[in-house]
């Protein structure tokens, strides 16, 4: 097991996910089914996707002083994810994201709360690493904290991941502190202009990144698989087939173990076959971090999914 570690830059959010049958119409209440309260937010999430694949993970985030926000704490604890970077705020709640489930899509609203209030002095304090270490971010806390995230941790000389979630113009600096990309295809659209139904659009949105600075492209394509770029070689994954419970999670599940491949040295092959397992496996829960995979049920999934 490698000794790189990953330090995530995110949001820690309390999801509270509430199924129907349709959404309802304006001024109309309706009955729902199969309320479940559970953690997420893509920082908490992708953290704890790494952690759980055995991976030394640093959190650096906010929650509110209160029971969302202790609770946020406790089950990272649980999770194995490293939590001094996680500091209590008495002036903000908790982020908060509603989730509306129909037909096993999602409609999410979202209060971001105490992830607005992330501070640079907490990246200063928490984000310690040299050559062997990641750093990973999203789009869910302030942009100036990412870029500056980026900015020290490759002066440290970490690895960066940057997932683009939720997507947003940014400046090209940003682009030119990132090492591997990672979107989907709506994200792709909205910064690359592309919206990428195969390979060959992929390739296309990945040199306009390039062109930027960006080192290498992942993009996932739900139901058509996975596809790795950079500016040698185009790498295609397959997706697996499982029966969806609840998509939340998935892309999540996806990035943090693309992040423990990175982390093993694994080709780069074996590591997008792996994270989109993980994704497909993360369907067949509800819940976002309840559904990221363990090592054991990975491989087990995998061996399954071979034998067939």
Partial sequence: MSKSKVFVLGSINT?????????????????????????????????????????????IGNVGND?????AISEMNRYGVHVAGIHVNDEVPTGTAVIIRVDNDNRIILDAGANEVVTSSQIDKYVKGGTDDYFLAQFEVPL??????LEISKKQGMTTIVNPAPAVAVADAIYQNIDYLVLNQTE??????????NVRDVEQAAAIFFEKG?????????????????????VEAAPFKVE???????????????????????????TLKLASAAGALACTKVGAQASMPRLSDLEAFMKAQEEE
């Fill in 15 to 59: 999801d509270l996910m509430i199924s129907a049958d349709r959404l309802p119409h304006q001024g109309e209440t309706m009955n729902g089914h199969g309320f479940v309260q559970t953690l997420g937010g893509k920082g908490g999430n992708q953290a704890v996707g790494v952690s759980r694949l055995g991976t030394s993970t640093h959190l």
């Fill in 67 to 71: 029971s969302f926000g202790n609770h």
């Fill in 144 to 149: 100036e904290h990412v870029a500056y995230g």
């Fill in 188 to 197: 792709t659209e909205i910064l690359a202009g592309i919206f990428p139904n």
């Fill in 214 to 234: 960006v080192h290498a492209v992942v993009v996932t394509m739900g139901s058509e698989g996975s596809v790795y770029c950079d500016q040698q070689k185009t």
């Fill in 244 to 270: 969806v419970v609840d998509t939340t999670g998935a892309g999540d599940a996806f990035i943090g173990t693309m992040l423990y491949g990175l982390t093993q040295n694994i080709e780069i092959e074996r």
